[in-house]
């Protein structure tokens, strides 16, 4: 009966990181998917400047 109890302690354990560790790769992708966003919108910015700036001349 020992065994049953010390296999599902082990079981937890794992499920509880497995868990852990899931939720910290979800908060790092959607933290580079943010700064993603900004750089691209940056990125337009500086592109529309410079077709305005060409059309200029």
Known sequence: MKKRGTILAEN?????????FLVIL???????GAGAIVLEQS???????????????
């Open 43 to 57: 990125y337009a910015k500086q592109i529309a400047l410079l077709v305005d700036s060409t059309n200029l001349l």
């Open 26 to 32: 979800i908060l790092f992708i959607w933290k580079q």
């Open 12 to 20: 937890i354990i794992f499920i509880t990181l497995n868990i852990l």
